[in-house]
């Protein structure tokens, strides 16, 4: 089995790693209530999907 002849340093390590970022979800308006949402996914705040209410909102 190969076995590395030197440790790897951090800045090698680091530069590897670069890549392996995570990023903010996209985020779309919602249509009926204008509230930022996740597209493709039912709206959290008054639960449409595509133009019909598919779960019922939240009530505070």
Request: net charge positive; glycine share 4%; charged share 35%.
């Given at each position: 089995?190969?076995?590395?002849?030197?440790?790897?340093?951090?800045?090698?390590?680091?530069?590897?790693?670069?890549h392996?970022?995570?990023?903010?979800?996209?985020?779309?308006?919602?249509?009926?209530?204008g509230?930022?949402?996740?597209?493709?996914?039912?709206c959290?705040?008054?639960?449409?999907?595509?133009?019909?209410?598919?779960?019922?909102?939240?009530?505070?």
């Open positions: 089995m190969a076995v590395p002849k030197r440790k790897t340093s951090k800045a090698r390590r680091d530069k590897r790693r670069t392996k970022k995570s990023e903010a979800p996209n985020l779309t308006t919602c249509p009926q209530c509230e930022a949402m996740v597209p493709h996914r039912a959290p705040s008054c639960g449409a999907y595509r133009g019909r209410s598919i779960t019922e909102a939240e009530k505070d």
